[in-house]
């Protein structure tokens, strides 16, 4: 399940992106917001989102907002989650495969729809790599969570 959210200013791209990735066939569920409201905030969604794909291990996020900042920051407190601030392919591409990101922010200040939509694609078709240095990397991660759990 690909799970999608956006505050205000990342609306509108979320709608689009929301309907190209049902075109395609992809399993997605939307999150909010479900209006334009400019009074809404951005934390809202990020943890939605984040506390949607830690269900599953095969779950991603889409996340937008401005900037793409506060949105990953925001689902980074989720345990489980490793949520990159994506704006460019190549981003997208190693945020799969070195840092296995199970939800990408898009900022939407940067980004056009199609420069983003190539991002999602990119994002949800790049497998993590399972490089014993990246595997590392990611245990040392899961144990510093495990240790500091509030």
Not at 28 to 41: E, K
Request: some cysteine; glycine content about 8%; charged content about 30%.
């Amino acid at each position: 399940m690909i799970y999608l959210g956006a505050d205000h200013r990342g609306f509108e791209l979320k709608e689009k992106l929301y309907k190209r990735l049902s075109d395609e066939g992809f399993e997605v569920t939307d999150l909010g917001g479900d209006h334009l409201d400019p009074g809404d905030d951005y934390v809202d969604f990020a943890f939605k989102v984040a506390s949607s794909v830690i269900q599953l291990p095969d779950n991603k996020g889409i996340l937008i907002c401005g900037s793409g900042v506060g949105m990953a920051i925001a689902a980074n407190k989720v345990k489980g989650i490793r949520c990159a601030l994506v704006f460019d392919l190549a981003k997208a591409k190693q945020a799969r495969e070195h840092l296995d990101a199970n939800i990408i922010s898009l900022p939407v200040d940067f980004l056009d729809e199609e420069a983003a939509w190539e991002i999602v694609k990119t994002f949800l078709t790049t497998a993590f790599s399972r490089e014993e240095r990246h595997i590392r990397r990611l245990k040392k991660i899961k144990e510093f969570e495990k240790e500091n759990a509030v």
